[in-house]
Nanobody
């Protein structure tokens, strides 16, 4: 079993920045993709960004150019640097990790952007 613990969420004004972290622990032998998804009230969960264990990245259209995903394989940790935040970025952000055929999710961290 793999546990994911997110940190770094909070309240920020529009135009500001936040950095999310997600550390994986437990029975880890090889993590493949790691990433971030978000869910706003009344909306479906959507892709924010993913990164493979070789560093290939993919971003949702709404965050391209503003958010940057990175990972430290030695620490089994993935990061999300969020710049130029907008009120519409307000959501619960979930960390996700893939190991073999299994997908694991964190509990989520709230990000609130005030206008």
């Amino acid at each position: 079993q793999v546990q994911l613990v997110e940190s770094g969420g909070g309240l920020v004004q529009a135009g500001g920045s936040l950095r999310l972290s997600c550390a994986a622990s437990g029975s880890i032998f090889s993590l493949n993709a790691m990433g971030w998804y978000r869910q706003a009230p009344g909306k479906q969960r959507e892709l924010v960004a993913t990164i493979t264990n070789t560093g290939s990245t993919n971003y949702g259209d709404s965050v391209k150019g503003r958010f940057t995903i990175s990972r430290d394989n030695a620490k089994n940790t993935v990061y999300l640097q969020m710049n130029s935040l907008k009120p519409e970025d307000t959501a619960v952000y979930y960390c996700q990790a893939t190991m073999s055929i299994f997908h694991f999710w964190g509990q989520g961290t709230q990000v609130t952007v005030s206008s």
